[in-house]
């Protein structure tokens, strides 16, 4: 049936408007497609280039060399050295156990080195290399490349570690470093990216620790090409970062090792000090460790010996521990009743043997009592009754204001770990910390360096060069960073007065020199190096008044942990004050018998640079000392030769 003219009219005009509309659609969507194409190819052309180049190149860091540590001779202390290991690439290897069975054949694997390395294989990108084996040997290196088909992934490569070849000698001094932890991350508040790289190391303790931001230098750059899912096509180029600087320190390392050959396995420190300008030329701690059985990751086991010492080789018991100081705190009660005016040289107090204060009986270590003292006196034989006497007539404040002048009580920033503070006790002090009031009782106690006093042996040394000086000299342990030379601190006078100084050093002389001294029997003879000290002896426990009665029971009788802290100070020349030392050993007895010849011989030593004659000795000590000379220099040669060779 045919349609009208009107009805086909009709629908032809329909069909036009439709399509007018649809063009319309269609012309202004192509137009929009257009401005758009024209934005994003033109307007943002040089950002989405940007764009692919950053997904093409990759900027990957390059870590730094860390700068390397010597002492005051320019002896190296801590070292980078050649470190070889052994990576795998996961995609590449195929089967990595096969892999790892035929790489086990040609070198020796650690185990639990070898499971942590395919723990870290599950987690990581299979394109990513992971160490298998670290610190191998240029043989096994060598049979490695040489099998190298029928080991695919597999890789040798070398880089740097931290090496130590004075071992133990400066374990507590240099400190070692270690992989970077999350609790290493979390004291930076926006960390150097370097320290996110695998397996980078940065200093745990000492001062490779106190000087990380030196020693580390900034990481270089280089720019690799990636495909699609991240893996490296070749090296662009790259930009070597800058080398951490190198430190020197003003330890003399010969000297170092001197003092723990002496101290052998003692619990015990050493400090020597350079009396003029506070150079710290030995700074020893026992027993020690090997720092470098941390940088290769020390064992459970032997971390675990290290831990359960009870003579404690991990603490720097130089600054970190600190001790009743004992007699050798005599000094500072004279010198704080003479600065007030309280108390004359040559007057003289009676000890019988003990003191009774405040219904209670204060003891000398002397039974039967003294007799009569005067400052000299007292300090030659350590008489305890003349420094109660003292104690009560000048008090705690004004004892604690003298202690902190002469340098005990506080932190000397040196550069090594967890330095104590120490503790010098005053009213103030046990309100605030223990509530409650001072008692008399506490001051005798102090008078003597019993009580609440507690110093390190770094104080000890410092308070006996500003004795032997009259200046505020300050401990420096590091001379210089990159070439230049650290300020000196301190050295202005400490105001007191000269005569009482002499006074306080004439008795020290005695304390070394008089047969009736205390550390005569350590004494030098050497009159160009004669020395000036004080012995000092702590109690670590009561004394009961039944033990009294019965006899107090002699430390050789006693558990080593029960005995009695032996301590020693010293400075020397006495004409002529070059150095201060101080000497503690932990449960050693008494101050006299077990630490005085460890300073007298640690004197001679220093100021002499090598073996004394035995002529500074007495004649009765020098067959003996020529033994331990001998013997020293036997584990000195040893401990050289051992380290010297991995260096």
Not at 46 to 65: C, G, K, Q, S, V
Not at 240 to 253: C, K, M, R
Request: glycine content about 8%.
């Amino acid at each position: 049936m045919r349609r009208a003219p009107k009805d086909t009219a009709e629908s032809i005009r329909k069909i036009s408007r439709r399509g007018v509309i649809l063009g319309g659609v269609q012309l202004a969507f192509a137009g929009a497609l257009g401005l758009r194409m024209q934005h994003l190819q033109v307007d943002q052309a040089d950002e989405f280039r940007l764009l692919a180049e950053e997904n093409r190149i990759n900027i990957r860091l390059i870590p730094p060399t860390r700068g390397q540590i010597f002492d005051r001779n320019g002896a190296i202390l801590a070292a980078n050295e050649p470190s070889y290991r052994i990576t795998i690439v996961r995609e590449d290897a195929g089967n990595v156990d096969d892999v790892i069975l035929r790489l086990s054949s040609l070198v020796e694997l650690d185990e639990d080195e070898l499971n942590r390395a395919l723990a870290e294989m599950e987690r990581s990108a299979p394109f990513l290399p992971v160490t298998v084996a670290e610190r191998v040997t240029w043989e096994d290196i060598s049979r490695v490349a040489v099998n190298a088909p029928a080991l695919p992934g597999v890789t040798p490569e070398v880089g740097l570690s931290r090496f130590y070849p004075r071992r133990g000698d400066f374990a507590h001094v240099v400190g070692y470093v270690g992989p970077v932890s999350e609790r290493d991350l979390a004291r930076y508040e926006t960390p150097d990216p370097v320290l996110r790289i695998p397996r980078f190391q940065i200093g745990k303790v000492g001062i490779e620790a106190r000087h990380e931001e030196d020693l580390r230098g900034r990481a270089g750059a280089k720019r690799v090409e990636v495909n699609a899912v991240g893996r490296v096509m070749r090296e662009l180029d790259r930009r070597e970062g800058t080398p951490g600087a190198d430190l020197q320190l003003t330890v003399d390392s010969k000297l170092q090792s001197y003092i723990q050959a002496r101290l052998g396995e003692e619990s015990a420190s050493v400090v020597v000090m350079d009396v003029q300008n506070g150079d710290l030329l030995g700074i020893a701690s026992s027993p020690s460790y090997d720092p470098n059985k941390f940088v290769r990751g020390i064992s459970v086991a032997d971390f675990g010996e290290l831990r359960d010492n009870d003579h404690r080789p991990l603490a720097s018991k130089t600054v970190q521990d600190a001790y009743p100081p004992g007699s050798t705190f005599k000094m500072v009660t004279a010198l704080a009743a003479m600065d007030a005016g309280l108390v004359a040289p040559d007057e003289t107090v009676w000890c019988p043997g003990h003191m009774e204060v405040g219904g209670r009986r204060f003891h000398c270590w002397k039974r039967a009592g003294h007799g009569h003292m005067n400052l000299e006196l007292s300090l030659r034989e350590s008489c305890d009754v003349y420094y109660y006497d003292l104690a009560l007539k000048v008090g705690i404040d004004r004892i604690a204001a003298t202690a902190k002048r002469l340098g005990l009580g506080q932190v000397f920033p040196i550069g090594m770990s967890a330095v104590t503070q120490g503790l010098i006790p005053n009213k103030e002090w046990k309100r605030a910390e223990r509530d409650a009031d001072w008692r008399i009782g506490d001051t005798v106690n102090a008078s003597i360096g019993q009580g609440y006093v507690l110093s390190s042996p770094l104080q000890l040394a410092v308070m006996t060069a500003r004795l032997a000086t009259g200046t505020a000299v300050e401990p420096r342990l590091v001379r210089s960073v990159d070439g230049v030379e650290k300020a000196l601190r301190g050295g202005e006078s400490l105001g007191f007065n000269e005569n009482h100084l002499r006074q306080i050093r004439r008795a020290m002389y005695a304390v070394s020199n008089n047969r009736r001294g205390t550390a005569y029997g350590s004494r030098i003879i050497d009159d160009a190096v004669r020395m000036a000290g004080k012995t000092g002896t702590s109690q670590v426990r009561n004394i009961t008044a039944a033990e009294r009665a019965r006899g107090v029971t002699r430390n050789e009788d006693l558990p080593w942990n029960r005995r009695d802290h032996a301590l020693f100070v010293n400075y020397a020349p006495f004409d002529n004050p070059r150095i201060a030392v101080s000497v503690v050993v932990e449960h050693g007895g008494g101050g006299s018998r077990a630490a005085a010849p460890i300073g007298r011989d640690v004197t001679l030593q220093a100021l002499f640079g090598d073996d004394p004659p035995l002529e500074a000795y007495p004649a009765k000590d020098r067959d003996r000392i020529r033994e331990q000379q001998e013997r020293l220099q036997q584990v000195l040669r040893a401990n050289d030769t051992d380290g010297r060779g991995r260096a």
